[in-house]
C-alpha cells in the first residue's frame, strides 16, 4: 500500500492528464482568462452555406478513424456551467411561472410613453425597427409577415423559452402591442433603400413600414420586442473550430456537448435555421473578467414558420442541398418520394408548417450541414433528449401560452406537436444508450432513474451492477470478485467504479464512478455511457 | 479504518500540490487554455467570405442590376434567334413610392437584331384597384423565320425575312380584387416586312407567293383595340405550384392602309397548376388557342398569323415553325424537385395550326417530348434548359426566364412574335 501511495504522490506531481482529479467533477467553467483584444466580426450567410454544403470544415467524426467524443464536458458528461450553457430545467426543475417567464420578465418596453425610433430596416419583406423605451432601453422589434399574422412572433415567444429552459443563453424577447401613436421618430434617423443609399427617414417612412406588418383586431401593431443584449456584440460563432482571439474558447465547437446536443433541440422545435449567422457573442465583464458569453438568437424562424412565409416542407428533412438525394430525384424523376414531402399541415396561418406525424428525429436535419450536428454521438443524443422529455405536457401547454395566439387550435396543435415530438425523441434516443440517469448513494446502495420507463416507454432493464475498483490515475479497472448488486461492496479502495449493463441490451453500458469519502457519504464522480 | 487514512492521505496529497502541473481538473484546463493562448490570433474572415460580405454588405449585385440611377446594361431580351444582344436600359420602379413604373431600353444583337421600347406604367391606381399601362416599341429583326403557311409546311422550306415595326399600345384595367384583372386597350401598330438577310436559307418572298403568305409584298399599318379579363388564383405567380390562370383577350386589328388585312383574334390561354406532395411536385397543364376571324375578302397577314414551335409551346420544333390563321396547343409539364433550387421537368407539347375554327379539335396534333431544368432563387426561376424531341429532330432551349411567360395584358403582346 505504501508503494502505491508514492506512486500516487509522484503521479500527482506530474502534468499528465489523468482520469480523474480530486476536484471533479467541475461544476463551473473555471474563471475565464480575461480578453482583452477581440475583433467584432461578420459572417458570411452565403459563405456558410456554401462551405458547410459543399467542405467539411472542423474535425468531423465521419472523417475519422475514431469518433471524438464530447469535450468541454465534466467527469459526469454534463457541460460545465458558464459562458456557453448553464443547468436549469432538468437538473432543478423550473415552476410554470419560471418556466413561462424564460429569459427574463422585468424589462419589457416601458409600455406608457413613446418609443422612440433610432433605426429601421425597410428592405426585403420583414421590415423592423430599433427603439428607446421611455427608460432609455434599446429593443429590436421584429414583425410578423402580412400573410401570417402571428407566427414568427409566436414562434419566437415559444422557442426562446424553451431554449432557455434547456440552458442555452437567448436574449429577453417580449411580446409587445403597440399603436403607431406610439412611434416617435428620433432625431438624425436614417433609413437604407435597397441599394443601401442612405437618407432621413420620415414619419411617412413609418407609416409605410407599418403598412407592411399585420394588425390585430383591435388595430394593433404585434411585434416581438428584443431587449438588446448585455455587453458588446463581437459578431456570430461558427458550429465549427475555435474564436482566435477568444483565450478561454479552446474546445473545437464541433466537439462541444451543448452545441452537439443542440441538434437535437433544434429537432424538437424545428429549428432548421440552426445556422452559425443566427448566434452571437458577446463580450461581458463579470467579477473583474471580460469573457465572451454565447447566445442562440433569431428563433422566429421555428414550428414551421419561416420568419417571412411559411417554411418549406422540406425543412428538417433534407438539406437544400444534397449529393446523393439530389441524384436519387434526378434520376427517380421525382418517383422516390421523399418521407417528409408526404406529411400533411393544418391550415394554422400562425403556426406555418409543423407536424409530429412525419418528424423522425433521428433523420431531422438543418437547412444545411452543421459540424456540431453531425459529430453528436449516442450519448450526446441522450444529453439533449433527457432535457427535453423533461418539459411535462402542462409545461409545453404553459409555455405555448406565452405566444398568446388568437386561435385556440394553433395554441393546441402547437402544444400536441410539442409533445409528441418529445415522445419520438425520447423513444428514439433512450434506446441508443442505457437510458438512466441520476444517480447517488443512498443507504450504501447504488440508485438511478430509468427514464424510458419513467416516461411510460417501458422499462430497458433489469440491470446487472458488477463492481470494480478504481484508479484514478490511469483509469484501469480491477474487478471485486463477488461484488455485484446495487449495494457498495464492503472492501474497496477510494474509488469504485460500477458497470451497469442490461441484458436486453448486450452493447449498451454505463460506468459510474464513485468517490468514497472519509467523513461524507459516497459520491458519482464520474458517469460514462458506452454502446 | 486504515482504507480511510490511505483516501485521506491521497487526498491532500492531490490537493496540497502546487498549483499549474495539473494536480486538479482546474490545472488542467488552465493548461489547455495556456496552450491556446499561445496561438490567439486576430479573427481574419478568408477572401472569399470577405468578398462574399463585401458583396451583400454593399449591394453590388443590387446595384449592378439596378444600375446607375437606374441606368443600367441590359442582355437579352430579343426574339429566340436574334443572338446575344447587348444595350443600355433605364429602368425604375421606386418613383412616386413604388406607383409609377418607367423603363425605356435599346438593344442590338451580334446579328444586327434590333430593339428599342419604352414602358410608362401606373400600376396602384385607386389604391391598387386600377392600372395603367402603356408601351411603345420599335424592333427590328432582320431574319425571322418562316416555313410557309399551314401544318403541312416543310422543315426544309425554311426562308427568312425582315420584320419591322413600330407600336404604341395603352391597357386600362381594373383589379376588383388579387384574383380578377378586366379592361380594355387600343394601339397603334405599323409594320414593314421586307426580304430577309440570313443568307442560310432564302428569302421569303422567293418562296412564297402574297397568296400563300398575305402581306408579305405591300406594307401596311393597324390600328387595334380589343378587351382583356383575367382570373389568377396561383399561389406565386413567379413560381406557381397551385392554382391557375385563366386569359381572354380579344383583339381587333384594323388595317388602316390597304384595307386587306382587317381580322379579330381570340386569345385564350388556359393553365392550371396541381402540386402535390406539398407542392415539390408539380403538373401543369395549359391550353392555348388563337383563333383569328377575317371577313369579306379580308386576310390575316402573315407576320400575325399564330404561330407555333419554339421554346414556349412545341419545344421539339425549331421557333415560329408552324404558322396559320388559327392554333392551338396543349402543353403538359411534370416538375418535381432535385434540391431546393433546381426541379427537373418531363414535358409533352402537342398543338397545330389550322385554316379553319372547325378544326378546333385534337387531332392531327404535332407532338414533341422532353425534358429539362429549372433553376429557382426564392422560388423564382431565372434559368431554365430544356431538351424538346420531335419527330423533326431535337431543340435544346436555354432561358433566363419561366416557361409560359405571360405577356402584357392589352393589345402591346398581340402579336405572335414578341
Known amino acids: 500500500m505504501s508503494r502505491f501511495i508514492l506512486f500516487m504522490f509522484l503521479s500527482s506531481l506530474s502534468a499528465n492528464a489523468q482520469a480523474l482529479y480530486p476536484d471533479d467533477p467541475v461544476e463551473f467553467e473555471p474563471k475565464p482568462v480575461s480578453v482583452t483584444e477581440v475583433a467584432k466580426r461578420k459572417l458570411s450567410d452565403y459563405y456558410d452555406l456554401v462551405r458547410n454544403t459543399l467542405d467539411t470544415p472542423g474535425q468531423l467524426n465521419r472523417n475519422a478513424s475514431k469518433p471524438v467524443r464530447a469535450q468541454a464536458v465534466n467527469t459526469l458528461g454534463e457541460p460545465m456551467q458558464g459562458a456557453w450553457w448553464v ?99 428620433g432625431k438624425d434617423v436614417t433609413l437604407a433603400d435597397r441599394l443601401g443609399r442612405r437618407r432621413p427617414m420620415t414619419r411617412r417612412d413609418l407609416t409605410e413600414i407599418l403598412l407592411k406588418v399585420p394588425k390585430n383586431s383591435h388595430g394593433r401593431y404585434r411585434a416581438t420586442a428584443s431587449r438588446a443584449i448585455p455587453g458588446t456584440g463581437i459578431g456570430p460563432y461558427r458550429y465549427h473550430g475555435t474564436r482566435r482571439d477568444d483565450p478561454n474558447d479552446f474546445v473545437p465547437h464541433e466537439h462541444r456537448r451543448d452545441l452537439r446536443g443542440f441538434a437535437i433541440v433544434s429537432a424538437w422545435i424545428g429549428h432548421d435555421d440552426s445556422r452559425a449567422i443566427n448566434t452571437y457573442d458577446a463580450l461581458v465583464e463579470e467579477n473583474g473578467a471580460k469573457f465572451i458569453r454565447h447566445y442562440i438568437l433569431d428563433l422566429g424562424s421555428t414550428f414551421g414558420s419561416g420568419t417571412q412565409r411559411p417554411n418549406s416542407p422540406r425543412s428538417g428533412g433534407e438539406y437544400l442541398f444534397g449529393w446523393k438525394q439530389s441524384a436519387v430525384q434526378l434520376f427517380s424523376l421525382g418517383l422516390a418520394v421523399p418521407y417528409w414531402a408526404k406529411a400533411s399541415f393544418p391550415n394554422l396561418p400562425s403556426i406555418g408548417r409543423f407536424e409530429f406525424a ?86 450504501s446502495q447504488l440508485v438511478f432513474e430509468d427514464l424510458s420507463e419513467k416516461a411510460d416507454f417501458g422499462a430497458a432493464g433489469p440491470y446487472t451492477i458488477q463492481w470494480f475498483q478504481f484508479d484514478q490515475k490511469t483509469g484501469a479497472t480491477t474487478p471485486l470478485p463477488g461484488a455485484t448488486g446495487s449495494l457498495l461492496p464492503a472492501q474497496s479502495g477510494p474509488y469504485l467504479v460500477a458497470k451497469i449493463e442490461s441484458g436486453s441490451r448486450p452493447n449498451q453500458r454505463v460506468d459510474v464512478t464513485l468517490r468514497l469519502g472519509i467523513s461524507s457519504s459516497p459520491t458519482v464522480v464520474g458517469v460514462d455511457r458506452l454502446w | 479504518m486504515t482504507k ?37 490570433a486576430p479573427e481574419k474572415n478568408t477572401s472569399a467570405e470577405a468578398f462574399l460580405l463585401r458583396l451583400k454588405d454593399e449591394k453590388i449585385l443590387e446595384r449592378i442590376s439596378y444600375g446607375y440611377n437606374g441606368l443600367r446594361a441590359k442582355l437579352g431580351g430579343l426574339v429566340t434567334g436574334g443572338g446575344f444582344a447587348l444595350g443600355p436600359e433605364y429602368f425604375r420602379e421606386d418613383l412616386a413610392r413604388g406607383s409609377v413604373l418607367i423603363r425605356t431600353g435599346a438593344q442590338i444583337s451580334f446579328k444586327n437584331y434590333q430593339k428599342a421600347d419604352a414602358q410608362f406604367t401606373l400600376p396602384k391606381l385607386l389604391g391598387g384597384k386600377m392600372f395603367v399601362d402603356t408601351r411603345a416599341s420599335h424592333r427590328n429583326y432582320p431574319g425571322i423565320g418562316y416555313y410557309g403557311p399551314g401544318p403541312d409546311s416543310s422543315k426544309s422550306g425554311r426562308a427568312n425575312y425582315r420584320l419591322e415595326d413600330t407600336a404604341l399600345d395603352s391597357a386600362v384595367g381594373i383589379s376588383p380584387s388579387r384574383f380578377i384583372k378586366f379592361g380594355g386597350a387600343a394601339g397603334f401598330l405599323a409594320v414593314n416586312v421586307g426580304p430577309g438577310t440570313d443568307d442560310r436559307y432564302a428569302s421569303a418572298e422567293t418562296l412564297y407567293t402574297p397568296t400563300q403568305a398575305p402581306g408579305i409584298d405591300r406594307q401596311t399599318n393597324f390600328f387595334r383595340y380589343g378587351g382583356f379579363g383575367q382570373f389568377d388564383w396561383r399561389d406565386d405567380p413567379f413560381g406557381p405550384k397551385h392554382g391557375g390562370n385563366y386569359l381572354v383577350q380579344y383583339t381587333r386589328f384594323e388595317d388602316r392602309d390597304l384595307r386587306l388585312h382587317d381580322f379579330n383574334l381570340l386569345d385564350i390561354d388556359l393553365r392550371q397548376h396541381i402540386g402535390f406532395f406539398n407542392r415539390t411536385r408539380v403538373i401543369t397543364l395549359r391550353a392555348h388557342t388563337q383563333l383569328t376571324d377575317s371577313r369579306g375578302g379580308q386576310s390575316v397577314p402573315f407576320y400575325l ?54 378544326e378546333l379539335n385534337f387531332r392531327d396534333l404535332e407532338a414533341s417530348a422532353g425534358f429539362g431544368l429549372r433553376f429557382n432563387a426564392r422560388n423564382r426561376r431565372f434559368i431554365r434548359m430544356d431538351f424538346g424531341f420531335s419527330h423533326e429532330g431535337f431543340q435544346v432551349w436555354f432561358k433566363f426566364n419561366d416557361l409560359f411567360q405571360q405577356r402584357p395584358l392589352g393589345t402591346a403582346g398581340s402579336q405572335p412574335i414578341w
Not at chain 1, 414583425?143 to 419566437?156: I, V, Y
Not at chain 1, 411580446?175 to 412611434?183: A, G, H, I, K, P
Open chain 2, 305 to 358: 398569323q399564330p404561330m407555333l414551335g419554339g421554346s414556349d409551346d412545341l419545344r421539339g420544333f425549331r421557333p415560329f415553325r408552324f404558322s396559320g390563321n388559327n392554333s392551338l396547343v396543349l402543353n403538359a409539364e411534370y416538375r418535381w424537385e432535385i434540391f431546393s433550387g433546381c426541379d427537373g421537368a418531363i414535358f409533352v407539347d402537342g398543338g397545330k395550326v389550322f385554316s379553319r375554327r372547325g
Open chain 1, 358 to 443: 412525419r418528424f423522425d428525429p433521428e433523420r431531422w436535419v438543418p437547412e444545411y450541414p452543421n459540424p456540431a450536428f453531425l459529430n453528436r454521438l449516442p450519448d450526446d443524443e441522450f444529453w439533449a433528449a433527457r432535457q427535453i422529455m423533461s418539459f411535462g405536457n402542462e409545461q409545453i401547454h404553459a409555455i405555448v401560452g406565452s405566444a398568446q395566439y388568437s386561435d385556440p387550435k394553433a395554441a393546441e396543435w402547437l402544444a400536441q406537436c410539442l409533445i409528441q415530438r418529445r415522445d419520438k425523441i425520447g423513444r428514439a434516443f433512450y434506446k441508443k444508450v442505457l437510458p438512466i440517469d441520476k444517480f447517488e448513494v443512498r443507504e
Open chain 1, 87 to 185: 443547468k436549469r430545467h432538468y437538473y432543478k426543475p423550473m415552476t410554470l411561472d419560471e418556466l413561462v417567464a424564460g429569459p427574463g420578465k422585468d424589462h419589457p418596453p416601458a409600455p406608457q410613453g413613446s418609443w422612440t425610433v433610432v433605426g429601421a430596416k425597410n428592405e426585403g419583406i420583414t421590415p423592423g425597427f430599433v427603439i428607446l423605451d421611455g427608460k432609455n432601453e434599446l429593443y429590436f422589434i421584429k414583425f410578423d409577415p402580412l400573410s401570417q399574422p402571428e407566427m414568427a412572433t409566436g414562434a419566437d415567444q415559444v422557442a426562446i423559452r424553451l431554449v432557455h429552459a434547456l440552458g442555452y443563453h437567448v436574449p429577453e424577447n417580449y411580446l409587445v402591442e403597440f399603436s403607431e401613436e406610439t412611434l416617435v421618430l
Open chain 2, 4 to 40: 480511510q487514512v490511505i483516501i485521506l492521505t491521497l487526498n491532500c496529497l492531490l490537493l496540497l500540490s502546487p498549483p499549474g502541473l495539473g494536480q486538479t481538473r482546474i490545472d488542467a484546463i488552465e493548461q489547455q487554455r495556456s496552450e491556446h493562448q499561445k496561438q490567439l
